[in-house]
């Protein structure tokens, strides 16, 4: 959720967060009508309970004679600050809801627009120049017995798939290698629930306009996550966190859902875009001052990541209208992809500044010892995905695909072959 304070002082700046995202600029002066109808609410609320607390002690003074009609009196006030108090709750309801219908401010820098605005700060790399038809990842993957798309559909449906032999262990070593350089960068590795509560679901942002990508259990009211993330953001909900030290930084790795609503007939071959892939994510607690230095940071180990997969990428400046509810400034790694003659995306971090934070109520304290709300970021360091681009960028004339010198050791081979009895 927004600052209310920053609201007040500046709305204009919120109304123009609003419109560079293509959202309502209206919800902010609903947001603003909220708040000024819960104070009033509270004034109300407050001065009428101290009207009844005054008359306690008027009763205790009164004679017998005055005590029958003050004791009327104050059954009377009694059932006004009842009153007073369901209104109070209803504001802070209505309060509730209009705040959390605005998404986070967007920094100052980032680009107006939508999902084709970005803008290009990096090229790195260079793009392979195959002197054959180059395969994509899909045909690749079958004819090296690295990816089975046809029994992963017919055991759980299409975007399901099975990763087979090698496949299966080139994405542990990305995922090992992953894990090994956050905890070599400070970071505390983490497994987590990949089911979570409502309220932590919500919290991070993701049932808004994104809840249609997340996967519901009904029954037991649970949602599976599309990111870790998620738990990673509830795991401090509700506390005071020590960051006196600096930033808490945490790395998890789970299996990620999404119900990829609304994008059917879009990147259905192979293994781009699915409903359960695997995924190693970068999560930050810090202080909104240290936040932006921390974002840069993020970023660079993402870097690192992607320059041990030797895979030419270029990074942008997420549109405002790309950024979701929760990101006040977004950058993303997209890997080239041979097949598509186009980067598509690998990495993404985020800079949430104070708006997870303050729905889960994480807060530190300050050098006076006062709470403050936390800062959140989050970062991608190695998913799925990545195999697409891995694939397809080390591919050679034979059909074979050269195993990039970082992940040998967790792959256990320097080239990727066909199966025995699958070659000539």
């Known amino acids: 959720m927004i600052d209310l304070r920053l609201l007040r002082e500046d709305p204009e700046r919120v109304r123009a967060s609003q419109r560079a995202r293509g959202e309502d600029p209206a919800l ?3 947001l603003l009508e909220a708040d000024a109808a819960r104070r009033a609410a509270v004034a109300t609320a407050d001065n009428l309970r101290a009207e009844h607390k005054a008359m306690g002690k008027l009763i205790g003074k009164a004679s017998k004679e005055e005590r029958p009609a003050l004791l009327t009196q104050a059954q009377e006030m009694s059932a006004k600050v009842k009153e007073a108090e369901a209104a109070q709750h209803a504001a802070d309801r209505d309060l509730d809801a209009a705040q959390r219908a ?26 392979p120049e195959f002197d054959f038809a180059p395969k994509d990842h899909l045909e690749l993957g079958e004819s090296l017995g690295l990816i089975d798309m ?63 990508e997340v996967y519901h259990l009904a029954e037991d009211d649970l949602y599976l996550v599309g990111t870790s993330e998620v738990p990673l953001a509830g795991y401090h909900s509700d506390e005071i966190i020590d960051l006196a030290d600096g930033p808490k930084r945490y790395a998890g790795w789970s299996s990620c859902f999404r119900r990829e609503a609304g994008s059917y007939g879009k990147d259905t071959r192979g293994i781009i875009r699915v409903h359960q892939f695997d995924k190693v994510e970068m999560f930050v607690y810090c202080r909104p001052a240290d936040a932006d230095a921390e974002h840069q940071r ?7 990541m992607l320059a041990a997969i030797e895979v030419p990428y270029r990074i942008i400046d997420v549109a405002a209208g790309d950024l979701g509810s929760s990101a006040a400034r977004k950058f993303d790694c997209e890997g080239w992809v041979p097949s598509q003659n186009t980067y598509r995306e690998l990495t993404s971090t985020s800079n949430c500044t104070t708006f997870q934070g303050r729905r889960l109520s994480v807060r530190y304290r300050d050098e006076n010892g006062k709470p403050q709300i936390a800062a959140t970021l989050n970062g991608t360091l190695a998913t799925t995905r990545w195999i697409v681009a891995l694939l397809e960028n080390h591919q050679q ?3 074979s695909v050269r195993v990039p010198d970082a992940l040998v050791p967790f792959v256990g081979t320097e080239l990727l072959t066909p199966p025995r009895g699958q070659r000539g």
């Open 102 to 127: 605005i998404s986070n401010i967007v920094q100052d820098g980032a680009p107006a627009g939508g999902e084709a605005d970005f803008v290009l700060l990096e090229t790195v790399g260079t793009p």
């Open 28 to 30: 902010v002066d609903a």
């Open 397 to 399: 004339s034979d059909g």
């Open 298 to 304: 993020l970023l660079a180990w993402e870097r690192e």
């Open 150 to 212: 046809e029994r992963g559909a017919k055991v759980s449906g299409a975007r399901f798939y099975f990763l087979t032999g090698y496949g299966a262990l080139l994405q542990l070593g990305l995922l090992q290698l992953a894990a090994q350089r956050a905890v070599a960068n400070g970071f505390t590795m983490m497994i987590p629930p990949v089911l979570v509560r409502p309220e932590i679901m919500a919290g991070t942002g993701f049932l808004g306009s994104h809840s249609a």
